[in-house]
Structure formats: structure tokens, C-alpha cells
């Protein structure tokens, strides 16, 4: 299920993005040569095969200059496109079209494009019970949306931040003088709701997992053969998550290994933007 972006989230990164464009003068060239009167009509269209999101953001991006310009999107957040596919209808005054027109491709461009990516991954696996799941390696000030987008390309969110779930990763172990201590002192400090997780690259270091207990594993760089030895291991007693060489090759064989979640940073740090383009008509 596609959530819903709040409202609030999207005024204020649109607001912000809108002032680091428009700058102290504002658009001066779109002053300086349409009339104030001009009116435009403009359609968003794909030039790309792929799937759409953040067209919350577009639209706020040119009713924030604007509030009168009708902007009618043609599709939904999560609906696929092909080369051609007209995604939303701007028309209005010409002048606050065309000074959000960057804004506004720029979020769906690389929003879209990280719900492309996600969709390849999905559609990989879609066989198997696994699922595709984000990283913390987002850009900054842009994670929710980031995220957001990952939902709409099929795929699920791993922890928003550092304070919504406890994963011990390999460097929190050596610090904290091994597994069984790192796990100990992390069920004792976290509260009921908080769900623990650690980080494993061995078979033997999962078993000290198990005799400790935790809610999730996180398997790390492990081949398709240790990986189904670790799901035969877990049987079902916490969830299993695989990372780490993660990519559209190697997908499918992770994937059919039995595991819960594949995560993979690669969707939302290099995802390509997806083409987008504003073919516009001054009236």
C-alpha cells in the first residue's frame, strides 16, 4: 500500500526548494520576456518507460507560486508509464508555470526514477516471498520522500532513522565485545516496541544469534548456499534479511533462498532520474 505523503512535510521541502531556485530576484527571465498576463497550457510527459511518484510535490510546486493554476494529474503515484505518457496537465498563468517547472520535474524526475529502479528489483523476485527493502543511504533532507518512493515501486522501508529500531551492525559488536553482550544490552535498554536487529557474516555468528534471540538478522554478504543454510537455520524464529551484493543479476537467486527481506541501497542512492519533460504552449 502506497501511504500518503503529509501535507506538511511536502509545503515545507517544496517552499524551501522553490527559494533556493527563485534566489533574491526571482525568476528574472521569465520577467523579462512573457507578459504578466500570458496564460500557458503544459503537459507533463514521460520520455521514458517507468513508474511515477511524487507528483504531490509537482503540484505544490507550481500551486505554491500560484495557488490558481490548475494542475490535473492524468495518473497516480505507483502507475507505470511508457514513452509518451502524459502524466499531468498544468494550465494557468504562464509565468509561475514556467518558474516551478524545474522544481517540479526535478522531485518526480528523481522520485520516479527511484520507484523505477525498485520496480525492477520487485518484479525480479515477485515469485518468491521476499521483499525489496531501503537503506538509511538516502539523500539528506529528502529521505521521506525517498522512501515514499520506494513504497510506490513495489517495494518496503527499512528504519526511517537511528531512532526507530535498534541494528547492530559489525562495528557496534567489536565495540561491544562481541554479539552476546551487544544483544544483551541492547533488549535491556530498548522498550517493548522497539524491535532489535544485528548484523551477521558468518554461520557461526549467527548461531550466537539464536542462542541469544533477537527479531531480525541481517545477513551479510553471504552466497545463495550460506544463505539457504541460514533460513534452514532461523526456521521461522525472527526475520531474515539478506544485504550486500545486491543487484538485478543476483536478485532472483537471494531471492528463491528464502529470506524475508533483500535491502538494497542501490534504489535510492543511484537510481537513475527518471526523463521527464514539460512541453508547454504560451496562450
Avoid at 518468491?128 to 510506490?152: M, N, Q
Avoid at 533477537?214 to 544463505?227: C, E, I, K, R, S
Amino acid at each position: 500500500m502506497i501511504p500518503i505523503l503529509d501535507r506538511l512535510l511536502v509545503e515545507e521541502a517544496v517552499a524551501s526548494a522553490l527559494v533556493e531556485d527563485l534566489g533574491r530576484a526571482g525568476d528574472i527571465t521569465t520577467a523579462a520576456t512573457i507578459p504578466e498576463i500570458a496564460t500557458a497550457q503544459a503537459a507533463i510527459v514521460a520520455r521514458k518507460p517507468g513508474v511515477i511518484a511524487g507528483l504531490p510535490l509537482a503540484e505544490h510546486a507550481f500551486r505554491l507560486l500560484d495557488n490558481k493554476v490548475k494542475f490535473e494529474a492524468a495518473l497516480s503515484d505507483g502507475d507505470k508509464v511508457e514513452p509518451g505518457t502524459v502524466v499531468a496537465r498544468i494550465s494557468g498563468l504562464a509565468r509561475p508555470i514556467l518558474s516551478a517547472e524545474r522544481v517540479a520535474l526535478n522531485y518526480l524526475g528523481r522520485l520516479s526514477g527511484i520507484a523505477s529502479a525498485t520496480a525492477l528489483f520487485a518484479e525480479k523476485i515477485a515469485h518468491t516471498k521476499a521483499k525489496i527493502a531501503d537503506t538509511r543511504k538516502t539523500t539528506p533532507g529528502l529521505r521521506v520522500f525517498e522512501k515514499y518512493a520506494v513504497r510506490c515501486g513495489g517495494g518496503v522501508n527499512h528504519r526511517f532513522g537511528l531512532d526507530d529500531a535498534v541494528l547492530i551492525k559489525d562495528n557496534h559488536i567489536a565495540v561491544a565485545g562481541g554479539i552476546g553482550p551487544a544483544l544483551r544490552a541492547a533488549k535491556a535498554a530498548a522498550g517493548h516496541l522497539v524491535k532489535v536487529e544485528i548484523e551477521v557474516d558468518t554461520l557461526a555468528q549467527l548461531d550466537e544469534v539464536l542462542a541469544e534471540g533477537a527479531d531480525a538478522v541481517l545477513l551479510d554478504n553471504m552466497t545463495p548456499a550460506q544463505l539457504k543454510e541460514a533460513v534452514k537455520k532461523i526456521a521461522g524464529r525472527m526475520t531474515a534479511e539478506a544485504s550486500g551484493g545486491v543487484t538485478l543479476e543476483t536478485v532472483k537467486d537471494i531471492a528463491e533462498t528464502g529470506v524475508d527481506l533483500i535491502s538494497t541501497g542501490w534504489i535510492t542512492h543511484s537510481a537513475p532520474v527518471l526523463d521527464l519533460g514539460l512541453d508547454i504552449a504560451i496562450g
